[in-house]
């Protein structure tokens, strides 16, 4: 579905991106993991054409997208959400959600959209709060708006940058289940965060960013065994207990006399 081939992205002479490769297959999800300064939101600019190309190509079924505008990306099936919120704060719920849909769906008229918003609002459970001001929901439902947002696109493909983030433990148990409900309809997901247990339960395959370099990529507990992703960013403790955790054969190797990293 997507492939990223020799990708790069530079800020003033420094790479925050550096020749990656990757691709996701229809139906996966996959998880973006990575110490901050990873490279992992500038990937998802480039991908949603936010952020501009320094050098590579992404291709979207077969189609070079390279340099293709955000709303042409979006009219192909590609939408995001935003690692920081960005609700319209004067417009109501629903208006903001009528935003995505008009954005995103090509010759979409008015009345339609307010359809489509309302149905989008039901699935992610921010129907009853419709006529609220953005600026008066919690940070939990300024997180479903923003995911809202993304769906009335009606997208193919949904890039989600950490969603989860600020949640409590039972919000983010919610939001798990909302993106295992979106991935069961038809969507392809592609998610960033930072909340490991969250990641490794909803995440079929992994990829690892480190100074904008892809470092490891694979099944979950692959990923936790691989010795750089425990040096980049896991540390040692934490990786044996995600690995007993997941019931993996094989220990997380050590160094010998290194002490632990929490």
């Not at 099936?77 to 960005?86: D, E, H, L, S």
């Not at 983030?165 to 909302?178: K, N, S, V, W």
């Not at 040692?236 to 997941?246: K, W």
Request: charged share 25%; glycine share 10%; no cysteine.
């Amino acid at each position: 579905m997507l492939e990223l081939r020799g990708v790069s992205k530079f800020f003033d002479g420094l790479p925050a991106v550096k020749q990656l490769d990757f691709a996701v297959r229809h139906g996966e999800i996959v998880g973006i993991i990575g110490p901050n300064g990873a490279g992992k939101t500038t990937m998802i600019g480039l991908i949603s054409g936010s952020l501009p190309l320094s050098s590579g190509q992404i291709r979207y079924r077969g189609l070079d997208i390279s340099r293709l505008p955000p709303h042409r990306r979006a009219y192909l099936g590609i939408a995001r959400t935003f690692q920081v919120t960005q609700p319209f704060k004067g417009l109501s719920v629903r208006e903001n959600v009528m935003i995505g849909a008009l954005f995103g769906r090509r010759g979409l008229k008015q009345a339609a959209a307010r359809e489509a918003a309302d149905a989008v609002l039901e699935r992610v459970g921010l129907a009853a709060k419709a006529h609220f001001r953005a600026d008066q929901l919690t940070v939990a439902d300024r997180k479903r708006l923003e995911l809202a947002r993304a769906l009335a696109l009606e997208p193919e493909l949904l890039l989600l940058d950490e969603v989860m983030a600020g949640l409590t433990p039972t919000e983010m148990e919610q939001a798990i289940a909302l993106i295992r409900a979106i991935h069961a309809s038809g969507v392809t997901v592609l998610v960033i965060e930072h909340v490991m247990q969250a990641i490794m339960g909803l995440s079929q395959r992994i990829m690892v960013l480190h100074q904008g370099t892809k470092i490891a990529e694979g099944p979950p507990e692959q990923v936790l065994a691989d010795q750089r992703v425990i040096e980049a960013y896991l540390g040692e403790r934490y990786a044996r207990e995600q690995q007993s955790r997941l019931g993996a054969a094989r220990p997380v190797p050590q160094k010998e006399g290194k002490e632990e990293q929490g």
